[in-house]
Each structure stands twice: as structure tokens, then as C-alpha cells.
């Protein structure tokens, strides 16, 4: 089962605009190194929707090489709202995927009935556990946990990267009594913290590139969950929730991409159109924030 904290892993670029793939491999070991619990490529912050299909089969490559070293999971990205095509592409996965994170049917709505048969559809044919992407203020698709839940039966749905925007009715009910084997993990960064206490087993956090070993804390404590580890928990909760809210000042990966070039991580802070880089205050905010 999926659990701890997962980094959805930017796509840096060089100079040139190339995909920096060194850059990939020594970002994705600083933060296994770090206590990410795995790592996740082609992600909304990996910018997947503007690289190529050969740039996408090198990061695959890239973080295959690097969890494969550290013994790591690695979880792919895959988004589609067609069933055909996206079962296409979960069947050309490589080698050294241990999971796919597969988004809800965006744009089209189809109704949680067609999300539930999407989903069965899509795990008959995949060559690896599924982790549903639930994420509606992208999709515009409602997912109640009734149908979250529905689907969790299926022996190849093995989590829900859940996304909504907050702690809400439905997340309540989902974590309050998690299917066997079934894992939930927060999307939401600002409120990771609400969402672990409440049972969730871990998340998928763009703004686990920085202070990484703090939100793997963050996961640790709420689950060990005795009387020192929830005041640790509920403090770093809202010091990681403060970051978190600097990260995603502008839309997300830019502010990250800048901070880590300013800290040596990347070659550039480069990002691709219709995305703009950060402003440079936005940066330094997030820097200050780094720093408290
Ligand atoms: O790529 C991801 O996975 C994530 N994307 C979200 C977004 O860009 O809205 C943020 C989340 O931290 C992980």
C-alpha cells in the first residue's frame, strides 16, 4: 500500500529548453534521500501536458533509474478522458512503474457511473494498481465517497489521490472507514496536515520538494499519534501549511521551479508556455517563508 509522502517531481528544463534529465535523476535523489516515501512522474507540477511523448519516456526513465537505486515506488502520471486511449497508454508503461495515477474523466462529466466504469474498465487492462486522481476543480467530475469506495473493491484500485479543495463531507466519511488495503492520500497541500490527522495514509505534495524531511515528519507523527507526536504534528502542520500557501502563491510548479533554482537545485527556473515563470517577490516570499 501506498503510504507516506510522495513528491510529484517538477520537470526541470536547461538553458536550452531541453528537459534537464540529470537534473530529474538528482532532484529525485535529494528527495528519497530526504524520507520521500516515493517519488511521481508526469504529474500536473511535472508540466506533462507540455513535454512530448520522448520527453515523457525519458523522465519515466529517469525516475525508474533512481527508485529502482533507493528501492523506491514510483507512480506515474496518466490523464485522459477517453477510456481507449488512456488504457493505451497504461499498457506502454515500462518496466519499473509500481503504480499508475490516473485522473477522473475531465471536461466531458460523464457521472459517477461512467467514472466507476471508466475506472473498472481501465483496471482490467492495466499492468499496474491504479491510484485515482480526484481532483474536480480540474475535472469538473463530483466523486462521493460511496463511489470511491465502490470502486476501492476492485483488487487493482489501490488508492485515491484525493484533491477537492478542502476537508470535506466526503473526505470525512472515506477516512473515517478506509477500505482494506485501500489508500488515501492528500492532494492538497494546505491542508495535509487536517487530512493525515484524520487517518488519511499519506500525500502526493508538490510542496514536498522543499522541507521534505519535515512533511515526511508531518506524515510520521500523525500516524504514530500519541500525545507528543500530535503537538509536534499540529505544529509543523501549520508551519508546512504556511509554505505551503507561499508555494502556491502563483500557479504551481512556477514558485517551486524558482525556489529550487535559487538554492542550486535545477539549471533553470524555466517554465513552458501558457505557464509564466514566478514573479521575483513571489520567489522571495517563498524563500522568507522557507527560512521562518
Ligand atoms: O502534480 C501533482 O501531483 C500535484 N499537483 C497539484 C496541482 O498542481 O494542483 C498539487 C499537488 O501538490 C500535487
New binding site residues.
Given amino acids: 500500500m501506498l503510504t507516506g509522502i510522495h513528491v ?1 517531481l517538477i520537470t526541470p528544463f536547461d538553458a536550452a529548453g531541453a528537459v534537464a534529465v540529470d537534473a530529474v535523476e538528482k532532484l529525485g535523489r535529494h528527495m528519497l534521500d530526504e524520507g520521500a516515501s516515493g517519488l ?1 512522474a508526469l ?4 508540466e ?1 501536458a507540455a513535454l512530448t511523448p520522448e520527453e515523457r519516456a525519458r523522465v519515466i526513465e529517469a525516475c525508474a533509474r533512481v527508485c529502482e537505486e533507493r528501492q523506491a515506488p514510483l507512480t506515474v ?1 496518466v490523464t485522459g478522458n477517453d477510456t481507449r486511449t488512456t488504457a493505451a497508454a497504461l499498457r506502454e508503461l515500462p518496466a519499473g512503474v509500481s503504480a499508475a ?1 490516473v485522473t477522473v474523466p475531465y471536461f466531458l462529466r460523464p457521472g459517477e457511473r461512467g467514472v466507476v466504469a471508466h475506472f473498472e474498465a481501465l483496471a482490467e487492462e492495466s499492468p499496474v494498481p491504479l491510484v485515482i ?1 480526484h ?1 474536480p476543480y ?1 475535472t469538473g467530475q463530483a466523486v462521493g465517497a460511496a463511489t470511491l469506495r465502490r470502486l476501492a473493491a476492485h483488487p487493482r484500485i489501490a488508492g485515491v ?1 484525493y ?1 477537492t479543495g478542502g476537508v470535506d463531507q466526503d473526505a470525512i466519511d472515506l477516512v473515517g472507514d478506509v477500505p482494506e488495503g485501500f489508500a488515501v492520500l492528500g ?3 494546505a491542508v495535509i496536515s487536517p487530512l493525515l490527522a484524520l487517518g488519511a495514509a499519506g ?6 520538494h522543499l522541507e521534505t524531511r519535515s512533511f515526511a515528519d508531518l506524515a510520521d507523527a500523525w500516524r504514530a499519534g500519541d500525545a507528543g507526536d500530535v503537538a509536534r504534528a499540529r505544529d509543523l502542520g501549520r508551519r508546512l501549511a504556511r509554505l ?1 500557501a507561499a508555494l ?1 502563491a502563483e ?3 512556477t514558485v517551486i521551479k524558482g525556489v529550487l533554482h535559487a538554492q542550486g537545485l535545477i539549471p533553470t527556473p524555466d517554465v513552458r508556455l501558457p505557464l509564466l515563470p514566478a514573479a521575483e517577490e513571489t520567489v522571495s516570499r517563498a524563500l522568507a517563508a522557507l527560512r521562518a
Avoid: M, Q
Avoid at 203 to 208: D, F, H, P, R, Y
Fill in positions: 510529484p511521481v504529474g500536473t507540477t511535472g506533462v502520471g495515477l486522481y481532483i480540474r489521490k484533491a492532494g492538497d497541500d500525500g502526493i505534495l508538490a510542496s514536498a505551503s502556491f500557479p504551481n510548479p
